[in-house]
């Protein structure tokens, strides 16, 4: 498995909801994906498994077998990315880990910096290979 799939594997445990089958789900069928563009109404009572849906057009149409189906999820934002790690972001897409250190005034903590790695802010995904290894070392996975 490549540090990208681990990664994204950490991130959709991490965030159940990345995982629901709801409008903008990946999901495959069969060999091919597709992207659930569509609001599950309710399970067709005439073919168990299948499931009224209406898309954005209004169509109505339904999902054939969906519980054979594998949900890939929702894509994983930026946003969801940071949502795991204790750390900041700044303007250029940089982003420090930071473990907390020990309290050594009033309003002031001994910060340390523990690990750098970029993200695409174009993409909201870490930028190279070696910044989805990084964020693995940071996440123990």
């Known amino acids: 498995m490549t540090e990208q799939l681990k990664a994204e594997k950490f991130v959709r445990e991490a965030i159940p909801e990345l995982m629901e089958l709801s409008f903008g789900c990946r999901v495959k069928y069969g060999t ?3 992207t659930v563009w569509q609001v599950l109404l309710a399970e067709n009572s005439k073919e168990p498994n299948h499931y009224n849906t209406v898309d954005v ?3 109505s149409n339904y999902l054939r077998d969906i519980q054979s189906s594998e ?3 929702h894509p994983i934002q930026l946003n969801d990315w940071l949502a795991v790690l204790d750390g ?3 303007t250029c897409g940089k982003f420090y ?3 907390r250190g020990e309290r050594i005034g009033e309003d002031e903590t ?3 910096v523990v690990a750098i790695f ?3 802010l174009t993409t909201g995904q870490p930028a190279t290979q070696a910044d989805f290894k990084a964020f693995n070392d940071i ?3």
């Open 32 to 34: 091919s994906y597709t």
């Open 57 to 59: 057009r209004g169509a």
């Open 71 to 73: 949900i890939i999820g």
């Open 88 to 90: 900041q972001l700044d």
């Open 97 to 99: 880990v930071i473990k």
């Open 110 to 112: 001994e910060d340390e």
């Open 118 to 120: 970029n993200f695409n």
């Open 139 to 141: 996440v123990s996975v």
